[in-house]
């Protein structure tokens, strides 16, 4: 881990790592940074009190009527998260490449994987929902490799209407797995869909928009296999699909499903030039270090989750 009294920032590889964004990742995007300055504390629960009726005139020499938010019953707690791997200078004479860049990204690539799989776990947990009329499984006809399939439009409006009953605003994003995108882009409702859409590669063949919801396409893959054995991939999101209220503007108190508190400024990278009695070689240690986050869940009313929509 980054130690100040031995390396260094690198300005230039920080900036690179900031910038940076392996594909088919979506984490970061449904479940939002909130940048905070303790690595603990309290944090806000979404609730609806700012919706509720109340009378707003105020006579004189009255108090106002109150409007007040939730805090949660615990705290969050930023723990730090970094990766390290070493280049050995004969190897950064002979690349042809940027080697430090290339360890950055593979670094950021694993880093990104954690993260993805932290925060499908809180995405799929039933226990992470307001109820059990937040989510079902589905089967038989109703799974979307079945003979027919389901009517689509309308298990989503379905859904729709739990969220906006649960939290008041309606949902405006679909998450939807790589292999259950490959499965609803051949299904004729979404063909119908895709008529009129020029560039369908972004989301793995889906349209960007599909009747008014934003699509994200997770893609993200791991090697399940063990160390030593065969690779065998296998996907972060299997087949459950998830609707969602997505806030485009994300802060400490606004609405939204789960958000990764985040302690000073995201990721940054260190490097450290190792003596020869640490390494056989010359090599340098180059460190993607995250600060500290924590992702919670917060909303729980403001999602819905289908699982098992492949047979």
Request: hydrophobic fraction near 40%; aromatic fraction near 10%.
């Amino acid at each position: 881990m980054y130690d100040a009294r031995q390396s260094k920032i690198d300005a230039a590889l920080s900036a690179f790592a900031l910038a940076y964004r392996p594909s088919g990742f979506i984490a970061d995007i449904i479940c939002p940074r909130v940048p905070v300055a303790k690595d603990s504390d309290y944090y806000y629960i979404f609730d609806t009190a700012n919706m509720k009726t109340y009378k707003t005139v105020r006579a004189p020499k009255s108090s106002p009527n109150i409007v007040s938010g939730t805090l949660s019953k615990t705290t969050y707690v930023c723990l730090p998260h970094s990766l390290g791997g070493y280049i050995d200078d004969k190897d950064r004479a002979a690349a042809p490449f940027n080697l430090g860049e290339i360890t950055v990204q593979n670094l950021i690539d694993a880093m990104m994987l954690d993260f993805e799989i932290e925060v499908k776990t809180a995405f799929t947990a039933t226990a992470n929902y307001a109820s059990d009329s937040f989510y079902t499984t589905l089967s038989g006809d109703d799974q979307f490799n079945s003979g027919t399939g389901p009517d689509l439009e309308k298990l989503i409006d379905d859904a729709a209407k739990v969220v906006r009953d649960g939290c008041g605003i309606s949902p405006n994003t679909l998450v939807i797995p790589w292999n259950v995108a490959m499965v609803m882009k051949r299904m004729s409702q979404i063909q119908e869909q895709r008529k009129n859409v020029v560039d369908l590669t972004q989301q793995s063949g889906l349209p960007p928009n599909l009747w008014g919801y934003r699509v994200l396409v997770a893609g993200s893959q791991y090697d399940s296999a063990k160390e030593g054995q065969t690779k065998s991939f296998a996907n972060v999101w299997s087949d459950t699909m998830i609707l969602m209220y997505l806030n485009p503007n994300t802060t400490w108190a606004s609405m939204a499903f789960a958000k990764n508190f985040s302690l000073n400024n995201g990721l940054y990278v260190a490097t450290e030039m190792l003596p020869q009695h640490v390494m056989p070689f010359n090599a340098e240690l180059i460190e993607v270090f995250d600060d500290g986050r924590d992702v919670k869940v917060v909303g729980s009313s403001c999602a819905y989750m289908w699982q098992d929509c492949l047979a």
